[in-house]
Each structure stands twice: as C-alpha cells, then as structure tokens.
C-alpha cells in the first residue's frame, strides 16, 4: 500500500483549485442565508454551549420547528469564519474548496487499500472533478458533507489498522475509529455509517471471507462442529465493540433530538404522506433517480422537492422499469463481488459498501427526509461510484486494444466533468443566478418559482417578484406560502385588498383541526404565519383591531407554543393600550423561550407602557445579558438612566450610547443623547461635539439644535446660539422654546428689541395663551419705555395666569416707575432696572416637560427633547 506522494497532493490540489476557484466569488445563497446570515450562533455574543443545544440553523433543540439536524461542530467552524473574517463569504467559501483538497486527499489513500496507483489517481481525479459536488462545496452549508467525510475516512483507515501482523486484535486503532466516527457524526449524521463499512471491510476483506465461506462457517458453529474457530472469534468480538459503539451513537442522537423526527409537509417531500403503494413505489424509483445523477450529471438542480419528480402511483408506471434495472444491476455487482475473493471482487464490495450505506439515511426507505433528492447528500456514495469507475477503467485499460481508448474515454471524462464543474459554479453566484439555472431544468416545482421571487424582493423589485409568485401559485395551487409570498407582495406594492385576499386564500388551504389529533405534525409551523401576516394587515386598520387580535388567538389555539403569536399579539395589545394583557403575552413567550433577547426588550417596553422604569430596567438588562450588543436595549436602558436623574447611572448610560453608536453610526440619536449626558455633567466641550455631530447626520435635528444654542447661552457665548437658533426656526419655524431662547438673546445681549419683539409676538399668533411669551414681550416694551403698553401687557398676562407671582411683581415695579414719573413731572422713564431683563431670561429657559418627535423627555432650563430611534 503506497503512501501518497507531495505530487499526487500538489496535483489534486491544483485540480480542485482550478475547478472551484471561481467559487470564491459566489455569495451566501438558499441554506446559506439560514444557516450563516440568520444563524446567531455564529456571533461571538452567544455562548458557545448553544451550539451543543441547537440544531444547525441555530434552533433550540427542543422546539418543534427545529429541523433536527445536529452538527455542532460543523456551526463551529462557520464560527471561527465570522472570527476571522464575519459574513465575507469568500472566507467562508476558500475554507470549502480547501477542505475538499482535503477529503480529495484521504480518499487517495482509501483507493489505494483496494486499487493500484493509477486506477486510485484515477478515482481521486474524477471524486474532485465530479459536477454533483458542486452544492456540497460551493453551498457553504455542504461543509457538513465535507467535514463529515474528512472524519468517516479517517475512521476507516484508523480501522485498516486494527490487524497485526500476527493476526491480533489491535484495539487502539478501533478505539481512534469509535472516537472519529463521533466526532463524523457531530459534522454529520451520516458520519455513523462508517460503522458499517468497517464491518464489511472486516468480514469480506480482512478476514477475507466470501458469501459461500461465510454461510459455511456460520453453519458449522451453529451446528457445533470443531468448535467456533479462532478467526471468526476474533470478528465477532471486532464486530460487537463497532456494534455496541453504534448503538451507544445512534442513542445520544435519539436523546437529543428528544425522541421527536421534524415536522415535514408535502410540499418537502410529496412521497412520504402518499399513501401504499405510491410511497414505497416512488422512494424505490428515487434510488436509479440518484444513480443517474451520478453517471449523467448535465441537468443538476438546487432543488427537487414539490412536484420536481411526479410520483409512481402506478405499478404500471413505466418508471418502474429504472427501478427494477437498478436493483438488478445492483445485485449482481453484490452477488459477483460476494461470490469470489480476488482483488477486483474485494474493491467491488468495498466501492458498493461507500454507495450503498451512507446513502440510507437520506434515501428515504427506513424514514422521511425533507427532501426529495439532494446532490449534496451524494458526496460520500459518488466515492464508491468513483472506485467502481477507477475499478473498471483499470480492467478495460489491461487489454492491450483497449488500453489508448480507455485512456482518451477517462481523459475526456475529466475534462468534461471539471468545465461542467467550473460552469456550475456561476449558477451558485446569487440567489437570482441559481434558481433560474434551477428552473431551466425544472419548471414543475413551486419552490423554485418562490425563491427566484425571495431573490427578486431581495432586490425591490415587488412588480418582477410578484410574477414569479403568481406563477408558483400556478404550478402548485394549494402551496400555502406561494400565496402568503402574493399576499407580502401586494402588502409591499400597497395593495392591501389584493393582499388581504391572498392571505385568505392561504388561510383557507390549511388543515382542519381533527379533534384528539395533534395540529402541529400535520401542517409545517411557519405556514403558521399565514395568521400572523394576516393579522399584522389588518391592524393597521384602527377598526379591525379585534379582528386582528382574534387570528393571533386563532393561531395560538392550534399551536399553544407558537412564540410569534404571542410576541405580536403583545405588540397589539399595547397598541390597543391594554398593557396588562400584552405584558401576559410576553411572559407566556418567555416561558417558551427565556433565551430571547427580543422578547425581554419587548416587556421593558410595556413596563415603561405601565409607568415601572425599575422593572424596564431589569428586563433591559436581562436583554443585554443575552445579547450585549442588542441595539434598542442599548439605546433605551440608557436612556431611562439618563432620565432617572440619578449621578450614579450616568457612566453605564454613556457607555451604552458609545455601544450604540458604534452599531449605529448613522443615528443621530445616540450621539445627542451623548450629548445630553455630557451636559448633565457640565462637561461643555464633549456635549457641543456630541450636538454637532448630531446635527451633521441629520439636518434640522430639532432637540440637538436647541440645546446647543441653549449650551452656547448657558456657557457665555450667546450670540454664537443665534446662528443655530436660526438653522432651528428655518426647519421649525413654530419651535416656541427657540423663539423664547432667541427673543431673549436679542433683546438682553444685541439690544435688538425690535427683532425679540418679532419673536414673542410670534409665539402669540401661534398660542395666544403662552403666559412666557407674553410676559416676554411685556419686558421687551418696557425696554423700547412704553409703560402703558407695558403696564396693560403684564395686566393680561396676570389674568392668564393669576399664579404667577413673578408677573404681580413686575406689573408693581412698572406701576410704581409710571408713578414716579408721574410725580416729576418727567416723560417717559429711561431705561428701567435690569432685574426684569434678567427675569425674562430665567422665565426663557423655564419648564421642564415631555417633548415631541416620539421621544420621551422635554425641553426646558436644563434639558431640551429626549429623542428614541425610529422602531
């Protein structure tokens, strides 16, 4: 057995390169986006104990939505791509291709167990050329497959190792092989399967036994002759430890997907809810289905569910005959290779053994999938598949007329699976280029004419996408979510009536409720959705909000665990101001999911609904600590300490704005309320910097405006307040607070009592009962020394606010200045005392109160409009 060489390496590297590298180019395209983009395991904030607790997609294992497949450590390595690099998906597809070299390699040195070193290059060459790879290596979720299959070949060649040289059991390599097949099966559940391909190594080629010896030896033990010989002493007990391991596995695995399969419909795969014999006909007609892809991969497609492959129904369906044919050339391929025990017969086995057993998980036979077909799930059998071609080109190529011919047939093959390899790779570019290859060769699946639909509203184009749905609707009539795809469509172009009946119509398709039956195994959960956007709708609707309601309701009832219904049945009960209920709703969907960041932000929000700022508080936190880096936690945690007033919790809230603006760059919000605590804190120069900044994202940003004028006015530097007063009433010509600030500024430091008479008399034509600013205009006439004027001006402010003892005072002091002056005879008084002016300015800043623009705060002496982000 000859060790493979740096050349060999160097060329199945260079071919793989040269095969994929335009794959490097390719996006995160159909699994990808749930697995990658939507996966929150793979961020650095999730503990990393949720990848041993969720399934691939980052679902909780325990929910019923979750798809069960359990592979830790393949999420794990897409963790270590978001480490180094994010979501740049060349990173993530470099990784990929590198890892094929890899398994390219190894298998390498399998074939050469069972081959001669030509026939085994062969075999590599074309396992790396193979175009049905393509979705295991250029789909970056295929890194399943491929890591799967870098541990299930080291497990096998661990095994190898298990005989000594005396013919000993040597148990160290099987305890490796028992380890590396856990650590397959944790990349991928097929990863198990090796188990089996080990035991038909050990019986047909290590112990070299043939069917008839085989039937033999166990007739002779059973009938007690001569005792139980030595060697087969030896395989039994090999046998029992790979056995026991297996089922040591295969129990784990049941254990933590609870003993509960995932809910499939008949829209993943028609077969498996088809009534005997259309189910056993069609699963049976899949298998030459896979075979063919194999021989004859010119029409590959990302997806074969739905009505991609009609279903046998017939026994005189003439698709049986495939079926038949390959179950015959399957036998006698087994039965030659069992009957006889030269190397050809062993490497035959062995090949049938890497077709047959990896592929039963996926194939459907024992349990449904949710699949149809699936070219990724091919990767391991195409290994077998390649041997058996290898094999037979090694036969052909001995005779000496066929020789050159063989070799221009195996030339020609390589090459043509590479530039179908290379080609394939552009269909994987974008969402966009790899269903409308797909539909190329399959017009029949509703799936396909959705996601060119998804890839279209991806881009805006609601007008495209909303053909391609249509025409889903079409292919499949009673496909649920071709219909909610109309319906989102129609909500996205605002034709609400056409969305609504669409939605209807989806509506109208699900199952009926069968009583004593359970709901959620007959129907997928996220057709579930169809109540939840019809609901959504309609509420928008102010006089339909009970209807809304009632589909939430409609929705739980039939799945008491769906978290959606509930999260946005908490949302409408808030909007319908019934806080008690909607704060209900949620903690009934933390008891669903107490891991969900969103949903304790959610119930922070209706405790502040509830006037309980502590309470938001704590379950802000409680969303931080799940997620450190959530941004509306973030910005509203901090701005309820800000509000608080208290000193102790202002450092915490800046540091949870400089957090927020460093996820949320463009926000103005963030950076005024920065400055907003800078001024709390009288540190002047980060608060300008913080306002200009502000102002800088967004033009005519009202509160940051005001309160750095009021910064300017607060900090001696009044007449630079006035050109940002002017920016402030050129965007907001009605803002009573700056017309006050700038009056003020005029009339006590330009001594421009004309243009603060403008102001005031401004804010009087728009609120005639503002008792500030017309006290403010009553000093601006004592100012220019009209005393009449101002004596009746300070009347009417009094009999507008009677309370106001300030303004008794000052109608005192202009009453008692008139009757000085009466007294000497004078005219009108020169300027009076500067206790009014300086009156006036404490009343400009005056007031304290909840400002507009959906924030929570007001503007005032100290304190201008507190402003939210936009949720």
């Not at 148990?171 to 090796?194: N, R, Y």
């Amino acid at each position: 057995m000859a060790a493979v060489t740096w050349k060999e390496i160097f060329l199945l590297a260079s071919v793989v390169l040269g095969c994929y590298w335009n794959s490097l180019s390719c996006g995160f395209v159909f699994d990808d986006v749930s697995a990658i983009l939507d996966n929150k395991d793979l961020r650095p904030s999730t503990p990393l104990r949720n990848l041993f607790l969720n399934d691939f997609w980052g679902t909780p294992m325990s929910e019923e939505r979750s798809h069960k497949s359990y592979r830790p450590l393949t999420v794990l390595t897409f963790r270590l791509n978001y480490l180094f690099s994010e979501l740049s998906a060349p990173s993530y597809h470099l990784l990929n291709v590198l890892l094929h070299v890899v398994v390219c390699v190894i298998f390498l040195r399998v074939c050469r167990l069972f081959l001669d070193k030509t026939s085994s290059r062969v075999a590599a060459l074309l396992f790396a050329v193979h175009p049905i790879h393509t979705e295991a290596v250029t789909g970056v979720v295929g890194r399943a497959e491929l890591l799967s299959s870098i541990f299930l070949l080291l497990a096998f060649l661990s095994y190898t190792r298990s005989k000594g040289s005396d013919h000993s059991i040597v148990w160290s390599p099987i305890a490796l092989t028992v380890v590396l097949v856990a650590i397959a099966t944790l990349c991928k559940e097929q990863g198990v399967t090796v188990i089996g391909i080990c035991c038909v190594y050990e019986v047909f080629v290590a112990q070299g036994f043939t069917l008839p010896a085989l039937m033999d030896t166990v007739l002779q033990v059973l009938r007690g002759k001569d005792g139980v010989p030595y060697v087969v002493l030896q395989t039994l007990l090999k046998l029992i430890a790979l056995i026991i391991s297996t089922l040591l596995l295969v129990i784990v695995r049941v254990q933590v997907i609870q003993s509960q399969l995932p809910v499939f419909t008949r829209f993943d795969n028609p077969a498996a809810v088809s009534p005997t014999p259309a189910r056993q006909l069609t699963f049976n007609y899949l298998l030459p289905v896979n075979a063919w892809l194999l021989l004859n991969p010119s029409e590959l497609c990302c997806d074969w569910t739905m009505g991609t492959i009609p279903l046998v129904e017939s026994l005189l369906d003439v698709r049986n005959l495939a079926t038949l044919a390959f179950y015959c050339l399957l036998g006698l391929l087994a039965l030659h290779s069992l009957r006889y025990s030269d190397h050809s017969a062993k490497t035959v086995i062995m090949a049938l053994s890497l077709i047959v057993l990896p592929f039963i998980p996926a194939s459907n036979l024992f349990f449904p999938v949710g699949f149809v077909v699936a070219e990724r799930v091919l990767y391991v059998p195409s290994m077998g598949f390649c041997m058996l071609v290898a094999n037979g080109f090694r036969i052909v190529s001995q005779s000496g007329n066929l020789k050159k011919i063989s070799w221009l047939c195996m030339a020609l093959l390589l090459t043509t699976h590479a530039v179908k390899t290379f080609n394939r790779n552009w269909d994987w570019e974008s969402e966009y280029t790899l269903f409308t290859s797909a539909l190329k060769v399959n017009k029949n699946n509703a799936k396909l004419w959705n996601n060119v639909g998804h890839a279209l509203e991806n881009q805006n184009n609601y007008v495209r996408a909303l053909k391609y749905f249509l025409q889903a609707t079409s292919v499949q009539p009673d496909d649920i979510g071709a219909h909610m795809n109309v319906g989102r469509t129609y909500k996205n172009l605002n034709r609400t009536k056409e969305a609504e009946e669409a939605y209807l119509i989806a509506k109208s398709l699900m199952p009926q409720i069968i009583p004593g039956k359970k709901y959620a195994t007959r129907v997928a959960p996220n057709h579930l959705n169809v109540y939840i956007n019809l609901a959504n709708l309609i509420r928008a609707n102010e006089s339909r909000l009970e209807e809304a309601d009632q589909l939430y309701r409609q929705a739980i009832s039939m799945r008491p665990d769906f978290k959606q219904a509930y999260i946005s049945r908490g949302e409408l009960l808030l909007k319908m101001n019934k806080p008690v209920e909607a704060r209900d709703a949620y903690l009934r969907a933390l008891e669903l999911d107490r891991t969900n960041a969103d949903l304790w932000y959610n119930l922070a929000i209706v405790n502040i609904e509830m006037k309980d700022p502590s309470e938001a508080l704590k379950h802000f936190n409680q969303a931080l600590d799940l997620n450190p880096r959530h941004k509306l936690a973030l910005f509203n945690s901090a701005l309820l300490m800000q509000e608080s007033g208290e000193p102790r919790l202002r450092p915490e809230a800046n540091r949870r704005f400089l957090i927020y603006v460093e996820e949320e760059p463009e926000d103005a919000n963030g950076y005024f309320n920065l400055g907003m605590l800078a001024m709390d804190e009288n540190e002047n120069e980060a608060a300008e910097r913080w306002m200009k900044k502000a102002i800088s994202l967004q033009r005519g940003f009202r509160s940051a405006l005001f309160n750095l004028a009021l910064l300017y006015s607060q900090s001696r530097r009044e007449l630079e307040a006035l050109p940002v007063l002017g920016e402030l009433l050129r965007h907001h010509p009605e803002h009573v607070k700056g017309l006050i600030l700038k009056g003020d500024i005029l009339m006590n430091h330009r001594k421009d009592t004309r243009g603060a008479r403008e102001c005031f008399q401004r804010i009087l034509r728009m609120d005639p009962g503002n008792v500030q600013g017309k006290h403010n205009l009553c000093v601006v006439y004592f100012e220019e020394r009209d005393l009449p004027r101002a004596e009746r001006c300070l009347e009417e402010a009094l009999a507008m606010a009677p309370q106001e003892e300030y303004i008794r005072r000052h109608l005192a002091i202009v009453r008692g200045k008139m009757a000085a002056m009466a007294a000497a005879g004078e005219p009108p008084a020169p300027k009076g005392d500067d206790r009014n002016p300086s009156e006036s300015r404490a009343r400009a800043r005056e007031g304290r109160g909840r400002g507009g623009g959906g924030g929570r705060g007001g503007e005032g002496s100290a304190r201008a409009e507190r402003c939210r982000p936009e949720e």
